[in-house]
């Protein structure tokens, strides 16, 4: 993703520490096989978060990639915190341990930058059935850097938007808006609080976590007309935007929000949905595949509804988990043959046949949301899914210009740092253990910092 508004840092980028999860780990980490060699021969060393996703595609490939080209695949498989620093480590001291490694929207511009990463264009030209004009527009833009060259695949992309329960909605007399508001959404909490025992009115993370809680209350953020830095780099975390679009989810979470809220992230709400301990939810648009999935309880029973907005017409995110090869691979060529199976449309497939249509690492192909197969499967979510990602605005999300691209993250290195301790403040504040306004103004400090490295250049 690129902006004219854009500017360019003042020094080298820093390394990226290890942070909150964005699509926070379902599964136990796990280990297979790369050791501390580097790749040769005819194996490539793959380092990938431990998603469900990413589960299944370790599964498949002996059986099908290695099968069909003779390419052994060495995975190293761990939660995102801990594959987010092992990344940065290897990719930006180049190496060369590991060939492939997922990497986000966020990291990938900034690693490119830095000369981390092959630049995929040539693979792409060579590849024809890889059908690159099939990705989505937004993918690709968010995936290609400051030069105009590609440098990542998706694996699957995502946008966020609201859930909610059809049934408990119907007995409690509600409507949900075709496009809600937030003020909306707080008052349809509120009346949904304790439709059934137990029951809460809305899940929203709380987690510490620059992609945890940040993620989210960002959007929110966003269209409340707030911003973390305005076009000249001043910190803004002290606005009365981003006050009152804060403080407004902590008094939801807290008041109508799930018990334990400044210990929930993705996966907690995702397990309070599917236990009917919630009834609405707002995050990421690739949950559904869970909520609809064959063994799920609520399948079925869950609405789909945009992002909820105040001052934009719409404000979720766009994210996506892409496929990205280190500049100093010993095996590049193996490694798209790699990236071009684990990312084409033969995979989803795959998947679809043998896994289930509701399954498929969507959120990247046109061609997806047009197979009859998925389109009856994942019907519930997939219009609503591809709508919000083809409206996410990345470098234009809110009411006032930007000079970095992001949505529920601002796309400089020194982000991940910032955004997590950002975090931990207004995590406190969802716990009760101080207010909206010390937590900001310990934020805005930290974000004057940044500013002073950033203003002026």
């Not at 959007?219 to 780099?233: A, I, L, S």
């Not at 006050?243 to 989810?249: G, L, P, S, V």
């Not at 799920?296 to 907005?309: F, L, Q, T």
């Not at 197969?373 to 709508?387: I, L, P, V, W």
Request: with cysteine; charged share 25%; proline share 6%.
């Amino acid at each position: 993703m690129r902006t004219q508004s854009r500017r360019r840092p003042p020094r080298a980028p820093l390394v990226l520490a290890a942070a909150g999860t964005l699509l926070a780990p379902l599964l136990s980490g796990c280990w297979v096989g790369a050791g501390g060699a580097g790749s040769g021969g005819d194996a490539i060393n793959v380092l990938m978060v431990n998603n469900p996703q990413m589960v299944e595609l370790q599964k498949l490939t002996r059986a099908h990639f290695t099968k069909e080209t003779g390419i052994k695949v060495n995975f190293t498989v761990l939660p995102e915190n801990d594959v987010r620093d092992k990344i940065s480590q290897d990719f930006a001291n180049q190496a060369g341990q590991y060939d492939v490694a997922t990497l986000s929207n966020y990291e990938i511009p900034i690693y490119a930058r830095n000369g981390w990463l092959h630049q995929m264009n040539g693979y792409v030209a060579e590849d024809p059935a890889y059908d690159e004009q099939d990705v989505l527009k937004p993918m690709r833009q968010s995936l290609t850097a400051d030069d105009g060259k590609l440098y990542g695949q998706p694996f699957y992309g995502e946008s966020s938007f609201l859930m909610y329960r059809k049934d408990v909605f119907d007995k409690k007399g509600l409507t949900m808006p075709e496009r809600p508001t937030w003020r909306q959404v707080a008052d349809l909490a509120a009346k949904a609080d304790g439709a059934e025992a137990g029951m809460k009115g809305i899940c929203l993370r709380g987690l510490p976590g620059w992609g945890e809680v940040m993620a989210p209350l960002t959007t929110v953020v966003n269209t409340f007309g707030g911003t973390w830095f305005d076009k000249d780099w001043k910190a803004r975390l002290d606005s009365p935007a981003f006050e009152k679009a804060t403080k407004f989810y902590v008094d939801l979470v807290r008041e109508h929000g799930e018990s334990g809220a400044a210990q929930a992230g993705f996966a907690e709400c995702l397990n309070n949905m599917t236990q009917g301990k919630v009834a609405m939810w707002y995050d990421a648009t690739s949950a559904a595949g869970s909520l609809e999935a064959a063994n799920s309880p609520v399948k079925g029973k869950v609405g789909y509804a945009p992002a909820p907005v105040e001052k934009t017409e719409s404000s979720g995110w766009l994210y996506t988990w892409a496929w990205g090869i280190q500049k100093a691979s010993r095996n590049p060529d193996n490694a798209w043959k790699f990236v071009s199976w684990a990312s084409g449309k033969g995979y989803e497939e795959l998947v679809g046949d043998q896994v289930g249509w509701s399954n498929v690492p969507a959120g990247k192909r046109a061609s997806t949301y047009a197979n009859a197969d998925y389109r009856k499967e994942a019907g519930a979510f997939q219009e609503m899914t591809k709508e919000a990602i083809e409206q996410a605005r990345p470098t234009d999300p809110g009411v006032q210009p930007r000079p970095a691209p992001g949505i529920q993250f601002v796309g400089i290195p020194e982000f991940t740092d910032l955004g997590t301790k950002v975090s931990q403040e207004i995590s406190a504040a969802i716990a009760g253990r101080q207010s909206v306004e010390s937590a900001l103004k310990k934020s805005q400090a930290l974000a004057e910092k940044i500013s002073e490295e950033y203003e002026g250049r």
